[in-house]
Structures are given as structure tokens and as C-alpha cells.
């Protein structure tokens, strides 16, 4: 069975920083393993991704202000926000897919990231 447990989120104030973690497990061959969030009332979106050959991509409203890494022996993927603004508050979503079922996304259950300002 496949899971995607996501740890980090939480209450901060604006400028602060947040790091969120996010454990795959029953899962091999993992190509893409990215952050999406969605905050209410909005479509989601991804934040940042990246594949197994280290290749990143983030959503223009994070770059400068977010890291993706990966431990790919651990099937881990984080993602280190800074500076972080009222606006990046939302359900963080962790999301994985293997090489062996591509078009076939696993999701975690989400963590919510809520900036004060």
C-alpha cells in the first residue's frame, strides 16, 4: 500500500520559515516527487517538484523564497520555505510518482501551513 506522510506544517508569522518533510513508502521507482498546495477557495498548484535526476521546478510566487530536496534512498522529499507571506497560507499536499505507472499520482494527506501577518 502506498503512503505519503507529510510533517512540518504549522502556525508562523510572516517572514518566517517552515520546513516540511514528506516520507513515501510502498512505493519504488519514484521519478517525481513534488509540494502542491491549495488554499481555500483556490484551484491547487504545484509549489516545486523534482525528478530523479535532480531537475527542479517551482511556482513563480516561491521562487527565491523555497528549496525542494529529495533523499532518494529514503524516498523522502522536503521543502524549505522562507520568507514565507500570508498568501502561502494553504494545504500542502506531498505527491510522488513512480517511472513504473506513470499518469498515476500518489497524494499524502496534506499539512496546512497558515502565515500570520
Known amino acids: 500500500q502506498v503512503q505519503l506522510a507529510e510533517s512540518g506544517g504549522g502556525l508562523v508569522q510572516a517572514g518566517g520559515s517552515l520546513r516540511l518533510s514528506c516520507a513515501a513508502s510502498?512505493?519504488?521507482?519514484?521519478?517525481?516527487m513534488a509540494w502542491y498546495r491549495q488554499a481555500p477557495g483556490k484551484q491547487r498548484e504545484l509549489v516545486a517538484s523534482?525528478?530523479?535526476?535532480?531537475?527542479?521546478k517551482y511556482a513563480e510566487s516561491v521562487k527565491g523564497r523555497s528549496t525542494i530536496s529529495r533523499d532518494g534512498a529514503l524516498n523522502m522529499v522536503y521543502l524549505q520555505m522562507d520568507s514565507l507571506k500570508p498568501e502561502d497560507t494553504a494545504v500542502y499536499y506531498c505527491?510522488?510518482?513512480?517511472?513504473?505507472?506513470?499518469?498515476?499520482?500518489?497524494w499524502g494527506q496534506g499539512t496546512q501551513v497558515t502565515v500570520s501577518s
Open positions: 505527491n510522488a510518482e513512480s517511472r513504473l505507472a506513470r499518469g498515476r499520482p500518489y
Open positions: 510502498g512505493l519504488s521507482a519514484i521519478e517525481i
Open positions: 523534482m525528478n530523479s535526476g535532480g531537475n527542479v
